[in-house]
């Protein structure tokens, strides 16, 4: 089923005769829609530890019969007491939900418009909006809650402008632009009582804006349990933009120039898990000679034999970046049949930087990892600044005959950034983020730890970090702006008063795109 409702208004009006005016709206929109989710649950008896195949302890190498429950830590017998009842019949997909999506939206602005005279105008308009979702997690808590759980948005924006025109032939457009948005999404049991409190889970963070509820369970073959492994995440944009535009007229040319500035601060949060994750699918538990089965990823659970433990650092990176923008363009009419647009822009982005210099890059060369330090922005930044990118631009309307019109246009623009997640902020990375994943292959070894002991100290310490055993991010120091081509052309033919018919052919080409890859990726062997 799906219910929405969406309402609003307008206002607007004189505050001074021709003067003054302003303008307002609102707009609100509820949303609610269920869908069917099934998921993989243990069954009643499989809770009690009972399973229908013999099941060996590694460890102590005492086998457990098919039918005779199994000595369960106190971690799963509560973990597994959390979750409901299978509510179907069968096996897989035993447990179905009518899961439940709520959207709902508030937004509002407001604009003021002041003839100061009748060559100098003023406006202002501010925007503001609140935006929240959540999805019911497909398992309830305490041992479900997996999902994006509560995603939000929140934005302010504000815009000052005015326009003065000192003569007939020259107009001045001034403008400030500021925008904030915050947005992110938090797992459904933030807040509550902590991994340690509630399940005896030491070693995770304690920090408010992570901790709460069941860390992340991935038992293959079953449904997910606990938080979803990549909760929570946020960044938090700011935008300063000021531009200016002049235009006047001589004859048969309109000369426009123009400059913009935009100065970006970003708060990002994209590492996880934070709140750690468990993995079993080792199968240490099925006897020797046994065919490989789900339920023995089931009773590794049972057992705390996990064969996987990640943990990430929690780290808030600041990021910074500069873009300016300057234009020239020329527009000019050549006779009664052809006009020509020509124009030139330049185009300059500073690489990010964070605002602590917590930053750093990899140097294949010395294979070890740089940091960045106060100076210029390539200290700063680690990567070299692009000045190069000057984008011509050329554009022609040519009327060949009284109803005929070709017009054709080509024109260079840069592509200065293009989030890939967190895999291209170089903030984001070894020493201060470690991504530490401890894999397990023997139960019986002494540097085995089970699900019941936590995680260790120190885990995600920087003295842990190793960068030839990492995942690591690199950017080149000479990574330069991806250059973008845009043309097109198009013939126009009127046919009687009422009809006209266009044809046109419109391209793109990019180089040197930014590309997400394997720098140490390893040569195919052919042989």
């Given at each position: 089923p799906l219910r929405r409702n969406q309402f609003g208004g307008v206002l607007g009006g004189p505050i001074s005769r021709n003067r003054a005016f302003f303008f307002g709206d609102y707009e609100?929109?509820?949303?609610?829609?269920?869908?069917?989710?099934?998921?993989?649950?243990?069954?009643?008896?499989?809770?009690?530890?009972?399973?229908?195949?013999?099941?060996?302890?590694?460890?102590?190498?005492?086998?457990?019969?098919?039918?005779?429950?199994?000595?369960?830590?106190?971690?799963?017998?509560?973990?597994?007491?959390?979750?409901?009842?299978?509510?179907?019949?069968?096996?897989?997909?035993?447990?179905?939900?009518?899961?439940?999506?709520?959207?709902?939206?508030?937004?509002?602005?407001?604009?003021?418009?002041?003839?100061?005279?009748?060559?100098?105008?003023?406006f202002g308009r501010y925007g503001w909006r609140k935006f929240s979702s959540d999805d019911q997690p497909p398992l309830p808590l305490p041992s479900g809650g997996g999902g994006n759980g509560n995603i939000y948005v929140r934005n302010k924006q504000l815009v000052l402008g005015t326009t003065y025109v000192p003569g007939t032939r020259s107009l001045l457009e001034l403008r400030l632009g500021w925008s904030n948005?915050?947005?992110?999404k938090n797992p459904p049991a933030l807040g509550s009582a902590s991994a340690l409190t509630e399940y005896g889970v030491a070693g995770l963070p304690d920090d408010a804006r992570i901790s709460g509820g069941l860390p992340s369970q991935s038992i293959t073959g079953y449904a997910a349990l606990g938080r979803q492994a990549t909760n929570p995440q946020w960044q938090y944009p700011t935008l300063w933009n000021p531009k200016v535009n002049y235009t006047w007229l001589m004859g048969r040319q309109s000369l426009k120039a123009g400059y913009e500035f935009q100065r970006i601060n970003v708060e990002v949060q994209d590492v996880n898990p934070l709140y750690g994750l468990d993995t079993y699918n080792g199968q240490f538990s099925r006897p020797v000679g046994a065919t490989a089965d789900n339920l023995y990823n089931l009773a590794d659970f049972m057992l705390g034999l996990r064969a996987q433990y990640a943990l990430s650092t929690l780290f808030v990176a600041n990021m910074r970046q500069n873009l300016h923008f300057a234009y020239l363009q020329d527009d000019v009419r050549i006779n009664d049949t052809l006009t020509l647009n020509v124009g030139v822009r330049y185009e300059y982005a500073t690489p990010m930087w964070e605002a602590n210099n917590t930053l750093t890059n990899f140097d294949p060369t010395t294979v070890r990892m740089v940091a960045a330090t106060d100076g210029s922005i390539s200290e700063r930044a680690l990567v070299d600044p692009d000045r190069n990118n000057v984008a011509p631009r050329l554009g022609l309307a040519y009327t060949v005959a009284p109803k005929t019109v070709v017009r054709g246009g080509w024109g260079i623009s840069y592509v200065h950034a293009n989030r890939i997640g967190s895999a291209n902020l170089l903030a984001i990375n070894g020493p201060q983020v470690i991504r530490a994943a401890v894999v397990q292959g023997d139960p019986t070894a002494a540097t085995f730890r089970p699900t019941e002991q936590g995680y260790p100290d120190g885990l995600t310490d920087a003295s842990r970090f190793v960068p030839t055993g990492a995942l690591v991010s690199y950017i080149p120091r000479d990574y330069h702006s991806s250059?973008?081509?845009?043309?097109?052309?198009?013939?126009?033919?009127?046919?009687?008063?009422?009809m006209l018919v266009d044809v046109a052919y419109v391209g793109n080409k990019a180089d040197d795109v930014l590309l997400l890859a394997n720098y140490n990726q390893a040569t195919p062997n052919n042989a």
């Open positions: 609100g929109f509820r949303q609610t829609r269920k869908t069917t989710t099934f998921s993989t649950i243990p069954t009643t008896t499989q809770n009690q530890g009972v399973l229908a195949k013999d099941v060996r302890d590694p460890r102590t190498g005492v086998v457990y019969a098919a039918g005779a429950p199994i000595p369960m830590t106190a971690f799963a017998r509560k973990v597994l007491g959390g979750l409901p009842a299978p509510n179907l019949a069968s096996v897989a997909n035993n447990y179905s939900l009518a899961q439940e999506f709520t959207a709902n939206s508030d937004k509002a602005g407001g604009k003021v418009d002041l003839q100061i005279t009748s060559a100098l105008s003023v948005t915050q947005g992110g250059p973008v081509q845009s043309w097109y052309a198009s013939v126009q033919r009127e046919f009687g008063p009422n």
